[in-house]
T-cell receptor, first 111, second 113 residues
Framework: QQPVQSPQAVILREGEDAVINCSSSKALYSVHWYRQKHGEAPVFLMILLKGGEQKGHEKISASFNEKKQQSSLYLTASQLSYSGTYFCGTESTSGTYKYIFGTGTRLKVLA | DAGVTQSPTHLIKTRGQHVTLRCSPISGHKSVSWYQQVLGQGPQFIFQYYEKEERGRGNFPDRFSARQFPNYSSELNVNALLLGDSALYLC????????????FGPGTRLTVT
């Protein structure tokens, strides 16, 4: 089952904050976050693992609530370069291995 | 360091033909995954290979097949092309597969006419 992201789209001014949520109907063991700019490939932002371990390489934070089967991505003091479509991604926990991307959130930052 | 590379960049094929797409992972990465991305949608998982073995398969017909070579590069083959196969095909490499971060190549844009 595909994780559902909210909001579907958001428009910000530079310097404003945003939160993107990712909810799954099945248990999550890890969540990945990606940003994809128009015409480009997705770029890895962050991974959150069950147990709280978090790995990433940009100044963006995230949380992972295993009980609620949710993850949230926090973008603070947004910059123009943050514009793009954000996807969460997770592994299927039943049957053969599958990787599933969320429904996506389009974010646009205006000057 | 070189990132993930894919070839060709663009491809135009006719219905019924077959196509082979190629991917070279980041040096040291042993896992390659393939995704199909239709315009306006998120990537859809096709295959993951780790150490030359198929580790996972998405909900794609048997017309789609892949393999991974001893140098960890990979090929995606699609037979009997349909118009609906037109999409951006993305390859991603990761160190060990599973819950490790994936790094995407620029993709191959396939158009089926």
């Amino acid at each position: 089952q595909q994780p559902v992201q909210s909001p579907q789209a958001v428009i910000l001014r530079e310097g404003e904050d945003a939160v993107i949520n990712c909810s799954s109907s099945k248990a999550l063991y890890s969540v990945h976050w990606y940003r994809q700019k128009h015409g480009e490939a997705p770029v890895f932002l962050m991974i959150l693992l069950k147990g709280g371990e978090q790995k990433g390489h940009e100044k963006i934070s995230a949380s992972f609530n295993e009980k609620k089967q949710q993850s949230s991505l926090y973008l603070t003091a947004s910059q123009l370069s943050y514009s793009g479509t954000y996807f969460c991604g997770t592994e299927s926990t039943s049957g053969t291995y599958k990787y599933i991307f969320g429904t996506g959130t389009r974010l646009k930052v205006l000057a | 360091d070189a990132g993930v590379t894919q070839s060709p960049t663009h491809l135009i094929k006719t219905r019924g033909q077959h196509v082979t797409l190629r991917c070279s992972p980041i040096s040291g990465h042993k896992s390659v995954s393939w995704y199909q991305q239709v315009l306006g949608q998120g990537p859809q998982f096709i295959f993951q290979y780790y150490e030359k073995e198929e580790r996972g398969r998405g909900n794609f017909p048997d017309r789609f097949s892949a393999r991974q070579f001893p140098n960890y590069s990979s090929e995606l083959n699609v037979n009997a092309l349909l118009l609906g196969d037109s999409a951006l095909y993305l390859c991603a490499s990761s160190l060990l597969g599973g819950s490790y971060e994936q790094y995407f190549g620029p993709g191959t844009r396939l158009t089926v006419t």
